[in-house]
């Protein structure tokens, strides 16, 4: 017992002893200084939540030894009487750059592609790099810190911003006077991500968002693999993964539709994201929140737009104007909604702009409880250092700020950032402000002396009735000195004036000493001012403070967008002319009854039973149409890097805010393919979409939806007018060989999984074609010409798999007997033809001739313009053919619907089918043929009444928002100019990422 005693007394006194020193010192002495220094009658927020009026800390060592309303003050303390000040814990920055050099791109790229990895004992990809540790590149920046130290922040957390997987970041503490062994707090400190590719390598894949994300997911399961030691190779960047994975995981995004993406892949993995927001999280709150990832928010808010132009201001869109408009109540939305984050100095400068804009967003709501948390103890906890960091504690370290007073407020200073116990001086703490107009008397004669500036660095202008005066003012320690030009004009000669300010006063005296060499005083008056009553106080206050009107947030946050989104409606459309493209053929004044999204009965003289009636007469009553080949609501369409992009899909690049959704809604479209395009042979994986108008991208996909794949023949996969020249295939020959050798690959694929259900390499490129092998995927082919249209099937044929559709398919009338024979349908143009060499024999009466044959023919559109005139295109079939106006319709919704595999819910009017409806001002195929109402589910997206409505409610609400611009710019506040954007429309060979 007693040995037991005496370890215990051993190891309590070797916690107690201060850190040995291991380094020898030659150039003196060597001392340690183990003094306290204990502040005192300041305002302690030890945290957000918690404040100590006039209390006490003291620190030692680089740390926190005590802290509270009076505690023991040891007797080697130095004291420092902050005589009413306040007490902050210095901030935390989890996203920055700061003492990394910017990764430069090396020198030797060319023009052409380069598709193979550039390192060795790597992964195959060179944009995955998370072997990169940031503390091996980190050097000190005195100068950049001292942004920080500007601007309330003890702590950054900095990386290399290059690459996909980017490595790990260092967590430091931004300590002025120590050495980066003092500094580094963790040397890995969290694992950072993003969808942007190194700058180090000119590997093509990936190209696109989608490609991206598909690498990300197949490193992960390669990661897995990899670490249950199955493979035979050397790879140190999974290893790094491995390592890396207990760390904090910061992803940075750019856009407000990427944090979104991000997330999607975390939760598929179980992966808790911290992620770099956009500042628009607010538009999307409710799939924020739902993501269950916290956000590292930048509030660099846009500037007002200069709309004094008023034929610029027309450029301007009404989703550009709202997020000026908007954005300064991001964090106070995200704070309301319980939505985890942290505040970053991103994209603004930490010593000028960041405290401006932090208050900027307190004014708009956010509470300074929030913001404090947000500086300090959430990101704190998000780095691992809840108890070290954030809070004002026995234990934490020592960093804080001193200042002036509630440092939420626009006039407060930060005097001081100490961190681990240095002070970092910012103002100088006890300096008298001596800004003001005085009355300067001085040899006799009055002047008039305005000093400006801050209290640090004033200016001084002098002056008299006749004449201004040169003059240089310093003011340091509280002692002015003051060099002043004669007021004889013809010499140049001065007068020297001095004084000590130890405190405010409205009077100044001091020492003059005249050009001639003579001693005088002077004595400068502060001049009198009117006292504001407290209401002009109170008004002016009010004023200062006042901020536009923030307008409603509406789904999408853009024009036409709704403020409260649509439920189904229970609707009964009375007399209508119904297209039903079942056996009732087209019948004259009927009824359709919908009711829970549903069609629910179909006939005459129905009766309402609560739901709202719909007089119909005279107009006509549809399936909504139904586009089998579209690009539009797409953030990229191509993932060109490869000759095979089977792992990605255009479900993880829906942009449910694009405004084309809504003119196809206007046209009578609900639902759309949206395809990849047609960059390689074998193309991404598609995404069948419902319109739904101001809905999340997850909530637009068609449920249970029939899984896709978009391959591609001709002039675009082989890149005849692309110029790249070294990726296969270059010829229509190597497309075949593509598919035969990726095909083949597949087959082995299957071989091994099973063979290996425990070890086999996930594949999720090779999981795709098996779906395709097994009947389980269907393939729609970007196709133009006779002899690679033979060429694909025949392959089709050897390789045991089958072809859905052939889009395009401009040469099918030449084939179309065998298309039939195979059950193959043709999805095609109406009468596009000679836009380019492999369209030469295109014909305007190809879907008549297909159709004739017994092919399941649709008309899609390929083209934004054209699917929101698909009606017209299908009654072109008509005129070119004599296709029948019930078989012609059918082109456009029926058979898509087939085509696609869902016919059993959509493309017809029949009981129990879901309520995806067009009303029509007339006949559908007509040119003059409106849809007045648009249902999907039963809920009406588009109203012909409701768009006319919201025209006038736009053009008010950009007048609204122009005034309150213009407002700003004569205030003096920051404006940008209006820059005219062009729409990208997309097509099957666009490679540019449309965001």
């Known amino acids: 017992m007693k040995y037991k005693f005496l370890l215990c007394f051993l190891f309590l006194g070797i916690v107690n002893l201060p850190a040995q020193e291991y380094f020898p010192t030659n150039s003196g002495v060597k001392t340690t200084n183990t003094n306290y220094t204990v502040f005192k009658n300041a305002n302690i927020h030890v945290d957000p939540t918690s404040t100590i009026e006039k209390g006490m800390f003291a620190i030692q060592n680089g740390k926190i030894t005590a802290v509270g309303k009076s505690i023991s003050i040891p007797k080697n303390s130095v004291i420092i009487d902050l005589d009413g000040k306040d007490i902050y814990p210095s901030f935390i920055d989890l996203y920055s750059e700061l003492g990394i050099k910017k990764p430069e791109r090396e020198s030797g790229f060319g023009r052409s592609g380069q598709y193979e990895a550039s390192r060795e004992g790597f992964y195959w990809n060179d944009h995955i790099r998370p072997e990169q540790n940031a503390v091996e590149s980190f050097s000190y920046d005195p100068k950049e810190a001292g942004k920080y130290h500007s601007g309330g922040f003890g702590v950054v957390n900095t990386h290399i911003p290059d690459g996909i997987i980017r490595g790990s970041g260092v967590l430091v503490a931004l300590n002025p006077n120590g050495t980066e062994g003092d500094r580094i707090l963790k040397d ?330 003579d001693t005088t005083v002077f004595t400068a008056t502060k001049q009198s001012s009117a006292e504001k009553s407290d209401k002009d106080k109170k008004e002016e206050e009010e004023e200062e403070s006042k901020h536009p009107e923030v307008l409603p947030v509406t789904f999408p946050n853009e024009a036409y967008g709704f403020e409260k989104m649509p439920d189904a409606k229970d609707i009964l459309f009375k007399n209508a002319t119904v297209w039903t493209n079942e056996e009732q053929g087209i019948m004259e004044n009927a009824d359709v009854l919908v009711k829970k999204g549903k069609i629910a009965k179909i006939g005459k003289d129905l009766k ?259 699917s929101r005139r698909l009606n017209q295109e299908a009654a072109k079939t008509m005129k070119y053919g004599g296709v029948s106006e019930e078989e012609a319709w059918k082109f456009v919704t029926l058979n898509p619907a087939k085509l696609l595999h869902i016919d059993d819910k959509v493309g017809s009017i029949k009981e129990g089918k879901d309520a995806d409806l067009v009303l029509w001002s007339d006949h559908p195929l007509s040119v003059y043929a409106k849809p007045e109402k648009t249902m999907i589910e039963g809920v009406v997206y588009f109203d012909i009444e409701r768009d006319k409505a919201m025209r006038e409610k736009l053009q008010k609400q950009k007048s609204e928002l122009i005034t309150q611009m213009l407002q700003a710019k004569n205030k003096g506040m920051k404006t940008q100019p209006v820059v005219k954007k062009e729409k990208i429309e997309a097509h099957c060979d666009t490679m540019e990422a449309i965001r």
Not at 615 to 638: F, Q
Not at 727 to 755: C, H, I, L
Request: hydrophobic share 40%; charged share 25%.
């Open 608 to 866: 309402a039973g609560g739901a709202s009636v719909v007089d119909a007469t005279g107009k006509h009553l549809t399936s909504g149409i139904i586009d089998e080949h579209s690009h539009i609501a797409l953030s990229s369409i191509n993932e060109g890097g490869h000759n095979s992009s089977a792992e990605v899909s255009m479900e993880d690049v829906i942009d449910p805010s694009d405004i084309a959704l809504y003119r196809d809604l206007a046209g009578g479209v609900t639902t759309a393919q949206l395809l990849h395009g047609s960059a390689n042979p074998i193309g991404g994986r598609s995404a069948i979409v419902r319109l739904k108008w101001g809905a999340s991208a997850n909530d637009m996909i068609f449920e249970d939806s029939p899984k896709f794949i978009k391959f591609a023949l001709g002039e675009n996969v082989k890149q005849s007018n692309w110029g790249s020249g070294n990726r296969f295939p270059v010829t229509r020959m190597g497309v075949e060989q593509v598919f035969t050798d990726y095909f083949g690959r597949a087959k082995e694929y299957m071989k091994n999984k099973e063979a290996n259900p425990d070890s086999y390499r996930k594949d999720i490129e090779m999981e795709t074609l098996a779906e395709i092998l097994r009947d389980e995927r269907f393939i729609s082919c970007h196709s133009y010409v006779q002899s690679e249209i033979n060429m694909l099937m025949s392959v089709a044929d050897s390789m045991d798999f089958r072809i859905n559709t052939f889009t395009h398919i401009l040469e099918g009338y030449k084939l179309a007997d065998k298309m039939a024979a195979r059950n193959i349908g043709g999805s095609t143009f109406s009468d596009w033809w000679a836009y380019k060499y492999e369209v030469e024999d295109a014909i305007p009466y190809n879907a008549a001739i297909m159709n004739s044959q017994g092919v399941t023919v649709a008309i899609n559109s390929d083209d934004a313009e054209m």
């Open 188 to 517: 890995r400190s969290a694992q950072y991500l993003s969808f942007d590719k190194s700058v180090k390598s000119q590997q093509s894949y990936p190209s696109s968002v989608m490609g991206a994300m598909a690498l990300i997911r197949q490193v992960y399961l390669d990661t897995k693999w990899y670490g249950n030691g199955n493979a035979t190779n050397k790879d140190l960047a999974l290893e790094a993964v491995n390592g890396n994975q207990n760390l904090t995981q910061i992803f940075t995004t750019d856009n407000l539709l990427d944090e979104l993406r991000a997330a999607k892949i975390g939760n598929e993995f179980g992966i808790e994201y911290t992620i770099l927001g956009s500042g628009f999280e607010y538009e999307k709150l409710d799939e924020i929140k739902a993501s269950g990832a916290t956000y590292i928010i930048p509030i660099s808010f846009p500037a007002a737009y200069d709309v004094e132009d008023p034929f610029m201001a027309e450029y301007l869109s009404l989703a550009e104007m709202k997020r000026w408009n908007q954005a300064p109540a991001n964090l106070k939305m995200l704070a309301e909604a319980n939505v985890p984050f942290t505040i970053t100095t991103k994209g603004v400068d930490p010593a000028k702009e960041f405290k401006e804009n932090l208050l900027k967003a307190i004014e708009y709501g956010l509470s300074k409880e929030a913001a404090l948390a947000a500086l300090t103890i959430t990101p704190a906890k998000i780095i691992g250092q809840s108890g070290k960091l954030g809070e004002i504690k026995k234990g934490a370290l020592a960093n804080f700020i001193i200042t002036s007073g509630d440092y939420f407020e626009k006039d407060t200073k930060i005097f001081e950032n100490w961190v681990q116990g240095e002070k970092a001086v910012i103002n100088t703490m006890n300096t008298t402000d001596i800004t003001g107009k005085y009355d300067l008397e001085l040899d006799g004669k009055t002047y008039t002396l305005d000093i400006s500036g801050s209290a640090e660095k004033p200016n001084a202008k002098l002056e008299t009735k006749d004449v201004k005066l040169g003059s240089k003012l310093s003011f340091e320690d509280n002692w002015m000195s003051m060099l002043i030009s004669s007021p004889d004009t013809t010499k140049t000669e001065f007068i020297r004036l001095s004084a000590n300010v130890p405190s405010a006063s409205d009077k100044i005296s001091g020492k003059a000493i005249l050009p001639n060499g």
